[in-house]
């Protein structure tokens, strides 16, 4: 069965602090496809990075970075010299489109970035 | 494109009265998702469509629920009657394809049964 678990709920760190968000994936097939949205406190689901299965490269867009580890089923983010405005909560997503065509969500880890 | 439009941002309705949320999606994009949030619960995705047809409704939580998709631009999710543990966030999401692309989410529908 597919499933997303995001063990943090809540995160709390100090502006300008590096901060990571886990993300461990459950899955049966070979061919699926990893994504990370965030929503700010105005409730849009905003779209951050999809990554598939055979891409295993870690990712850099500014402050933001993504680790894939096929070996643990983990693609958990990293921001880098926090920032206020990055205060929000952060799904990890999953779907397998050979299987169906589904979108999982996991439950959210909102982070808080103190000032 | 204007991205995917759901209305009404909010909606406040009394306990076994109908509800009907809207959604177009991005022009173009095969797929169409209903989703809702609660703290509880987190994002449960409820039904999706392919090309207008409902593929998978197993997360529709009751009879109450229906989705319709008539055509390519246009969804709705009708709660009839509605109940106080309906009241969430629902959002709309579409996608292109299953291959290689993202789904694209609404504003969302906050809905408040009292």
């Known amino acids: 069965a597919q499933k997303v678990t995001q063990a943090q709920t809540e995160i709390s760190v100090v502006e300008k602090e590096d901060v990571t968000l886990d993300c461990v994936y459950e899955?049966?097939?070979?061919?699926?496809?990893l994504f990370w949205y965030k929503q700010p406190p105005s409730g849009e689901l905003v779209f951050l990075i999809r990554r598939n299965s055979f891409d295993e490269q870690n990712e850099i867009s500014g402050r933001y970075s993504w680790n894939f580890q096929k070996s643990t089923s983990s693609f958990n983010f990293t921001i880098t010299a926090s920032q206020v405005v990055d205060s929000a909560v952060y799904f990890c997503a999953l779907s397998d489109p050979l299987r169906d065509d589904k979108i999982i969500f996991g439950k959210g880890t909102r982070l808080h970035i103190l000032p | 494109d204007a991205g995917v439009i759901q209305s009404p941002r909010h909606e406040v309705t009394e306990m076994g009265q109908e509800v009907t949320l809207r959604c177009k999606p991005i022009?173009?994009?095969?797929?169409l998702f209903w989703y809702r949030q609660t703290m509880m619960r987190g994002l449960e995705l409820l039904i999706y469509f392919n090309n207008n047809v409902p593929i998978d409704d197993s997360g529709m939580p009751e009879d109450r629920f229906s989705a319709k998709m008539p055509n390519a631009s246009f969804s709705t999710l009708k709660i009839q009657p509605s109940e106080p543990r309906d009241s969430a966030v629902y959002f709309c999401?579409?996608?292109?394809?299953?291959?290689?692309?993202?789904?694209?989410f609404g504003q969302g529908t906050r809905l408040t049964v009292v």
């Open positions: 022009s173009g994009h095969d797929y």
């Open positions: 999401a579409s996608m292109g394809t299953a291959l290689n692309t993202e789904a694209f």
């Open positions: 899955t049966r097939d070979t061919t699926y496809y």
